[in-house]
């Protein structure tokens, strides 16, 4: 039997910001000149994101909203920010936070009970610490103390699409599991210091939030997304075009103007194979979910595929309400597709360092019955 998506959580920190606040907040920290603060506005504009949540934000006491950051702008003495041992300690502060909300969430949306889940499947690229959240999670959201745990790490946006596969997987292995899968990403903690167009992108696209769903192979469920199939592929000579580094201060992220252009050049081919291996072709599928990395991997994807721009607009609206949390952004889009009774086939794509494309092929309840 194929595994059910039975229940979604998702969670976001307390304080999130408009993103024409946050190009203002975090001028002192990149922007030396009038010129490049002009730059940077313009970066932050064309990102597509109009609001993101961060566990760094916290209440200015103003009536318009979210102002300060627990960050500080640059200094003679700190001329790069936090060092990555202090934004690890706000990783583990915060991430077994979010991932118990999320899994509470994602319990009540199932009605199942926490204490029958066998396996925890973790993901996360965005911070580091033993015991990690999903011992936190064990402890917090009512799981067994024997519940088999699996840490999926630095994958990076595909992040939640590995897990998938891991959940999935374990139950082919034995129907009478259940998986809880969570995700968890604080990228903001990441925010690169100094003057750089390239990381300035990724500063105006990253956020903070995690996200949830119980898997089981229980044929009772009256809703929900049914995982038929997963595939991945590395692109050839991508290696330097994808990169999430730890360095001193923070990690950092690479992403090479030449991704949009391998994304056309790819995409289409591979996925029409592997679709082609299932007896699917690409104008089967009905519903698309692709991971918004930023509006041109939208673009690429959309256009290496044929589609029109409204086939991935739930995708372009995850990333306008709370920007690109990385591994838990896919599960935020597959929930709202959900809640919208959109119908399969559907295709799940993200894109990572490899360069890595992760697809995952789901039917809906509707079109199952």
Known sequence: MPSWLRGFGLALPEHSIAQADAAALVQPFNADTEDQARVLRELYRRTGVRRRHSVVLESSGESDGVRQSTYSPRSAEHPLGPTTSERMRSYEQHAGVLATMAARRAFADAKFDAADITHLVTVSCSGFHAPGFDIELLQTAGLSPSVARTHVGFMGCHG????????????????????????????????????????????????????????????????????????SVVLPDTLDDMGWRIRDHGFQMTLSARVPELIKQHLRSWLSEWLGSRGLSLDEIRSWAFHPGGPRILTAAGDALGLRRDQWAVSESVLADFGNMSSPTILFILDRMRQQAVTGPCVALAFGPGLTIEAALFTSWSAAA
């Open 160 to 231: 939640a699409l590995n897990g998938l596969r891991v959940a999935d997987a374990f139950l082919k292995a034995d129907p009478r599991a259940n998986v809880l899968l969570c995700c968890v990403e604080l990228c903001s903690l990441h925010h690169q210091y100094g003057w750089s167009p390239d990381r300035i992108v990724s500063n105006a696209l990253f956020a903070d939030g995690a996200a949830a769903v119980v898997l089981t192979q229980h044929d009772n469920v009256s809703a929900g997304w049914r995982l038929l199939a997963s595939g």
